[in-house]
């Protein structure tokens, strides 16, 4: 019998370079989510790269694969954990695109999941301010990000020859921060009164031309 409050966890980082160091820590990640017994989908951003967005090939109906992997895989998972680089102070621009291009389906995959934000760089400040804009497009699509977001600084020389991050102490609020993220996802699936509808300009005039709205019913507690 499956446990129905079993949580299962997207993990990918937002490199498709060989060596990236996103991808160490996003392998990380998923090794920590797995040692607390949660079931982990490890997936890598050539599963998800699209070509630019493009507005006519939407409207006929054109979706690239990587945003259809993308949606899929969201859809499966209760939460997700986004490893990115940092580009020039923002998100990459390849993760951008595909967040532009899976937010057009409907039911719109980003809302009511819950994620986690991660960034590795050899700068001091590990990638940090890329996450905030990266906060900016995945909380406007109803995603529960997780306030807390970790980021590697130094992340060049900051893994050991096993995969974990050399400075145990640092290791150990990794682990403990994705353990913490876990049991407010656990704790979503164990008491969906918990809000459960995205109006994307709530508080804006309702318009039924314009309005891009999924409301599931409101449970009382
Ligand atoms: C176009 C570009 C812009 C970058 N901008 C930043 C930046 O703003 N802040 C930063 O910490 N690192 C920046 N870097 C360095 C990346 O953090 C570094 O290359 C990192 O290793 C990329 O992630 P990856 O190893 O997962 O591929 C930039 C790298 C590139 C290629």
């Known amino acids: 019998m499956t446990d ?13 370079r060989e ?26 951003m ?7 967005y493009d507005g006519d ?15 899929d895989r969201l859809t499966a998972s209760d939460g997700f954990i986004l490893v990115s680089p940092e580009y020039n102070a ?6 951008k695109n595909v967040i532009d291009w899976t937010s057009r389906f409907r039911p719109q995959p980003f809302t009511r999941r819950y994620g986690m934000l991660m960034s590795a760089s050899p700068s001091m400040s590990g990638g940090n301010r890329g996450l905030w804009s990266l906060r900016i497009p995945l909380e406007h699509l109803g995603a529960r990000v997780y306030p807390d977001m970790f980021s590697l600084a130094q992340a060049h020389q ?5 995969g974990r ?16 993220w876990l049991q407010s996802v656990e704790a979503a699936k164990h008491y969906p009164m918990m809000k459960t509808q995205w109006i994307e300009f709530l508080g804006e005039r309702p318009d039924e031309a314009i ?10 507690a």
């Open 211 to 220: 309005d891009r709205v999924e409301q599931t019913e409101v449970r009382a």
């Open 46 to 52: 050539s599963d998800f790269d699209c070509p630019s």
């Open 165 to 180: 991050i050399a400075d145990a102490q640092l290791q150990k609020r990794f682990d403990e921060t994705i353990a913490c």
């Open 19 to 44: 060596h990236s160091l996103n991808d160490r820590l996003a392998t990380l990640a998923a090794r920590s989510v797995e040692a607390l017994g949660v079931s982990v989908d490890r997936a890598a």
């Open 4 to 16: 129905r409050f079993a949580v299962q966890v997207l993990v990918f980082s937002a490199s498709l």
């Open 57 to 71: 090939e939407e409207r006929e109906g054109h979706m690239p694969e990587g945003a259809v992997r993308l949606k």
């Open 158 to 162: 900051a893994f050991a020859g096993d």
């Open 90 to 95: 923002s998100m990459p621009g390849i993760l």
